[in-house]
């Protein structure tokens, strides 16, 4: 069974920085597309950044140039590198696996809590 363990949400002052986390486990993670989605209350689900099997990325307009996604395939993890903190960045972050052509579903995680406040 696929699982996605996501870490490194917290509080941080606006203008800080967090590193999250996602460790999966259960599959191939290579084969996985993989996402950062945030969902803040009263709000939908909405897409954060994005990183293909092949490493490309993308970004949405609110986050670019401040949060970078990377992965590990060796670690099987992937990261979100969140910098210069803002007030509308607080939300709950999950991670999403998305196998794609090869079937296999997608899978979320359970979801780590970024609030951003002084």
């Known amino acids: 069974q696929v699982q996605l363990v996501e870490s490194g949400g917290g509080l941080v002052q606006p203008g800080g920085s967090l590193r999250l986390s996602c460790a999966v486990s259960?599959?191939?993670?290579?084969?996985?597309?993989m996402g950062w989605y945030r969902q803040a209350p009263g709000k939908q689900r909405e897409l954060v950044a994005g990183?293909?099997?092949?490493?490309?990325?993308n970004y949405a307009d609110s986050v670019k140039g401040r949060f970078t996604i990377s992965r590990d395939n060796a670690k099987n993890t992937v990261y979100l590198q969140m910098n210069s903190l803002k007030p509308e960045d607080t939300a709950v972050y999950y991670c999403?696996?998305?196998?794609?052509?090869?079937?296999?579903?997608?899978?979320w995680g359970q979801g780590t809590q970024v609030t951003v406040s002084s």
């Open positions: 999403n696996a998305d196998s794609g052509p090869y079937g296999l579903g997608s899978y």
């Open positions: 990183i293909t099997r092949g490493g490309s990325t």
């Open positions: 259960g599959s191939i993670f290579s084969i996985y597309a």
